[in-house]
Nanobody, 127 residues
Framework: HVQLVESGGGSVQTGGSLRLSCTVSGQLYSYYCMGWFRQIPGKEREGVGTIDRYPSTTYADSVKGRFTISRDNAKNTLDLQMSNLKPEDTAVYYC??????????????????????WGQGTQVTVS
């Protein structure tokens, strides 16, 4: 059984930085496609970025150049470094996993139903 637990959310001022982490249980983590998504109340969950096992990353246009996804396969962790944060980045952030090596590029950013496992989310507030 795979479990994902996010941490690192909080409040930050515009222009500030924040680092989110996701710890994944399961022995096959290094083979998973991992993603970060976010959701504002009343809106659909949207993709922030993905990282596959090689690791190759894909980002949403809205966060390119500001957010960086990384993974540590030895520690079963996934990180999201967020810089130059804007009020529109305020959302609940979720990490997600799919038990496949490839993330299928930007396609998977728009397919929350493709990901198998989800964390409980962590709030990020930018003011």
């Amino acid at each position: 059984h795979v479990q994902l637990v996010e941490s690192g959310g909080g409040s930050v001022q515009t222009g500030g930085s924040l680092r989110l982490s996701c710890t994944v249980s399961g022995q096959l983590y290094s083979y998973y496609c991992m993603g970060w998504f976010r959701q504002i109340p009343g809106k659909e969950r949207e993709g922030v970025g993905t990282i596959d096992r090689y690791p190759s990353t894909t980002y949403a246009d809205s966060v390119k150049g500001r957010f960086t996804i990384s993974r540590d396969n030895a520690k079963n962790t996934l990180d999201l470094q967020m810089s130059n944060l804007k009020p529109e980045d305020t959302a609940v952030y979720y990490c997600a996993a799919k038990d496949t090596a490839f993330c299928a590029g930007s396609w998977s950013l728009h397919r929350t139903d493709w990901f198998t496992y989800w964390g409980q989310g962590t709030q990020v507030t930018v003011s």
